[in-house]
């Protein structure tokens, strides 16, 4: 079993710039591809961007890409969204999940979220 907990959501203005942590506790994530997921009131859950267990490879959804960067510290059980040049758009609930597999949008486990929100 793994736990997930995200930190570093708020409030921030349009073109300001949020990192998000997810801090895995339980089981080591060190060999597991990991992903962040976001979902606004109304939407479908969007698959943002993933990361391969060795960080060699990563994924960005087109909303996100360029503006967007994950990474994770393996050492820490750790894994971050750096989101810089915000928009409110990107208001949502942001998860972290351990992938099942790399190259799908399905996790086994998933963090209870962390609100983000952008003002215009």
């Known amino acids: 079993q793994v736990q997930l907990v995200e930190s570093g959501g708020g409030l921030v203005q349009a073109g300001g710039s949020l990192r998000l942590s997810c801090a895995a506790s339980?089981?080591?994530?060190?060999?597991?591809?990991m992903g962040w997921f976001r979902q606004a009131p109304g939407n479908e859950r969007e698959f943002v961007s993933a990361?391969?267990?060795?960080?060699?490879?990563?994924y960005y959804a087109d909303s996100v890409k360029g503006r967007f960067t994950i990474s994770r510290d393996n050492a820490k059980n750790t894994v971050f969204l750096q989101m810089n040049s915000l928009k409110p758009e990107d208001t949502a609930v942001y998860s972290c999940?351990?992938?099942?597999?790399w190259g799908t949008g399905e996790a086994d486990y998933w963090g209870q979220g962390t609100q983000v929100t952008v003002s215009s």
């Open positions: 999940a351990v992938l099942t597999t």
């Open positions: 339980g089981r080591t994530i060190s060999n597991r591809a």
């Open positions: 990361i391969t267990w060795s960080g060699a490879l990563t």
